[in-house]
């Protein structure tokens, strides 16, 4: 970065000092990754200076032949990744901006819409009242069941008999366990509601065969690509050929400008990656990861929400050792291991405050960390929690995760 160093030091200070945080510290944030440095590279390139309104072969500007390229490889491989023959459109800028382009394209303003409850894990753009689709559209919310922490397809289709929405959404943000898309689409099908899912958690598993597929079941499918598939900052929209039309339409001109031909250049690049035999093995390690977590975590008497998980990610239940979601995710700062803190279904916390912490794998599994690392950490977070007014015991545990992250330099398993 020659020319930042000189021109901006103190961006170019900045992103070195981001550099350098994301090397030394433990990342469990669920919804972060690492991406490769060719997708960095495309991202930083000249894609960023060209205006490209519009679709390939069909834009509002001239000089487009070039990022035409990018947009068209990007569209292809996006659907051989998901082995779809659903319409793509890869220009959202993220992916409540899909979920914007997909309501505003089959929703009226107050229609009712049922969607997962944030508090039991869903999305802020699934309806939370402070998110334009909270104001926008009624709101009916599912849950989880109580027991069983687990959803529970009888409840939802008795909302969705009663409340007639005219759109069902699957799709969590905190959510561990599989989703049973084919059910959910039978239930649309009764009321005859549009079948909405936002995958975006979890694609990177639905690309690799590790979790059920959507397509097939859903009129429209929205996802990021930046989480469990690890490419750029972004988002997707993928709908049946008939709704091609509208979503185009509804993404530009309808809720954007210009694409990011940088981003897109940089997802046609992650894509082909995903198409590639390591990154299945890659999301099997992000599951047989997590899953040694909750083995390590259960010997040590943690309660994991819904006893298991069958993704990337697991919900903490810290109750039972007296400290809230946010006590402990400042604690494990200390010892730079990074966590969010969590609402748990039904929590009797704040959701600033939380009951839970949740801890993902998929960036970790990218620096190349495997049952043993897993067991590492969790030891680490264990004895971080239990020693919190401890200094001497956190300073032993920093180092011990040091030592842990310089055997795994980030981006030397992606290199
Ligand atoms: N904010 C993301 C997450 O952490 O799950 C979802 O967009």
Same mark, same amino acid.
């Given at each position: 970065?020659?020319?930042?160093?000189?021109?901006d030091?103190?961006?170019?200070?900045?992103?070195?000092?981001?550099q350098?945080?994301?090397?030394?510290?433990?990342?469990?944030?669920?919804?972060?990754?690492f991406?490769?440095?060719?997708?960095?590279?495309?991202?930083?390139?000249?894609?960023?200076?060209?205006?490209?309104?519009?679709?390939?072969?069909a834009?509002?500007?001239?000089?487009?032949?070039?990022?035409?390229?990018?947009?068209?490889?990007?569209?292809?491989?996006?659907?051989?990744?998901?082995?779809?023959?659903?319409?793509?459109?890869?220009?959202?800028?993220?992916?409540?901006?899909?979920?914007?382009a997909?309501?505003?394209?089959?929703?009226?303003?107050?229609?009712?819409?049922l969607?997962?409850?944030?508090?039991?894990?869903?999305?802020?753009?699934?309806?939370?009242?402070k998110n334009?689709?909270?104001?926008?559209y009624?709101?009916?919310?599912y849950?989880?069941?109580?027991?069983?922490?687990?959803?529970?397809?009888?409840?939802?289709?008795n909302?969705?008999?009663?409340?007639?929405?005219?759109?069902?959404?699957?799709?969590?943000?905190?959510?561990?366990r599989?989703?049973?898309?084919?059910?959910?689409?039978?239930?649309?099908?009764?009321?005859?509601?549009?079948?909405?899912?936002?995958?975006?958690?979890?694609a990177?598993?639905?690309?690799a065969?590790?979790?059920p597929? !959507? +397509?097939?079941?859903?009129?429209?499918?929205?996802? /990021?690509?930046?989480? $469990?598939? %690890? *490419?750029?900052?972004?988002?997707?929209i993928?709908?049946?050929?008939?709704?091609?039309?509208?979503?185009?339409s509804m993404?530009?001109p309808?809720?954007?400008?210009?694409?990011?031909?940088?981003?897109?250049?940089a997802?046609?690049?992650?894509?082909?990656?995903?198409?590639?035999?390591?990154?299945?093995?890659?999301?099997?390690?992000?599951?047989?990861n997590?899953?040694a977590?909750?083995?390590?975590?259960?010997?040590?008497?943690?309660?994991?929400?819904?006893?298991?998980?069958?993704?990337?990610?697991?919900?903490?239940?810290?109750?039972?050792?007296?400290?809230s979601?946010?006590?402990?995710?400042?604690?494990?700062?200390?010892?730079?291991?990074?966590?969010?803190?969590?609402?748990?279904?039904?929590?009797?916390?704040s !959701? +600033?405050?939380?009951?839970?912490i949740?801890?993902? /794998?998929p960036?970790? $599994?990218? %620096? *190349?960390?495997?049952?043993?690392?897993?067991?590492?950490?969790?030891?680490?977070?264990?004895?971080?929690?239990?020693?919190?007014a401890?200094?001497?015991?956190?300073?032993?545990v920093?180092?011990k995760v040091?030592?842990?992250?310089?055997?795994?330099?980030?981006?030397?398993?992606?290199?």
């Amino acid at each position: 970065m020659k020319y930042l160093r000189e021109i901006d030091p103190e961006v170019f200070k900045a992103i070195i000092d981001e550099q350098k945080r994301e090397d030394e510290q433990i990342e469990l944030i669920a919804s972060e990754n690492f991406t490769h440095p060719a997708v960095l590279e495309a991202q930083g390139s000249v894609m960023t200076n060209k205006y490209a309104e519009g679709y390939p072969a069909a834009r509002w500007y001239g000089g487009c032949e070039y990022v035409d390229v990018v947009e068209s490889l990007a569209i292809k491989r996006a659907k051989e990744v998901f082995n779809t023959d659903y319409h793509v459109n890869v220009q959202p800028h993220s992916g409540t901006q899909a979920n914007m382009a997909v309501y505003f394209s089959i929703l009226k303003p107050k229609d009712t819409m049922l969607a997962m409850d944030l508090a039991c894990g869903g999305h802020l753009s699934h309806g939370h009242p402070k998110n334009f689709s909270g104001s926008l559209y009624n709101i009916v919310s599912y849950g989880v069941n109580k027991k069983t922490e687990m959803l529970d397809y009888d409840e939802i289709r008795n909302l969705a008999i009663e409340n007639k929405p005219k759109m069902i959404l699957a799709g969590a943000s905190a959510y561990p366990r599989k989703i049973n898309f084919e059910k959910l689409s039978q239930i649309c099908k009764e009321v005859k509601a549009f079948f909405v899912v936002d995958m975006a958690h979890i694609a990177g598993l639905i690309a690799a065969g590790l979790h059920p597929n !959507p +397509f097939g079941y859903a009129d429209f499918v929205t996802t /990021t690509t930046h989480k $469990t598939l %690890r *490419g750029p900052r972004g988002g997707v929209i993928f709908c049946r050929p008939e709704f091609s039309r509208k979503i185009d339409s509804m993404v530009f001109p309808g809720t954007q400008g210009g694409p990011l031909m940088h981003v897109i250049a940089a997802k046609a690049v992650a894509f082909k990656q995903a198409l590639s035999p390591e990154f299945k093995e890659y999301q099997l390690q992000i599951i047989k990861n997590i899953k040694a977590m909750i083995k390590e975590f259960k010997n040590r008497n943690y309660r994991i929400v819904s006893g298991d998980s069958d993704n990337h990610l697991l919900l903490l239940d810290l109750t039972s050792i007296n400290l809230s979601g946010k006590e402990a995710t400042d604690i494990l700062g200390r010892v730079n291991i990074t966590v969010n803190k969590n609402l748990i279904p039904y929590d009797k916390k704040s !959701p +600033f405050i939380t009951s839970g912490i949740r801890i993902g /794998t998929p960036a970790i $599994t990218s %620096r *190349g960390m495997k049952e043993p690392q897993m067991k590492d950490i969790v030891n680490y977070i264990d004895e971080a929690l239990i020693n919190k007014a401890n200094e001497q015991k956190l300073s032993e545990v920093k180092q011990k995760v040091k030592e842990l992250v310089e055997s795994f330099p980030l981006y030397k398993e992606l290199r």
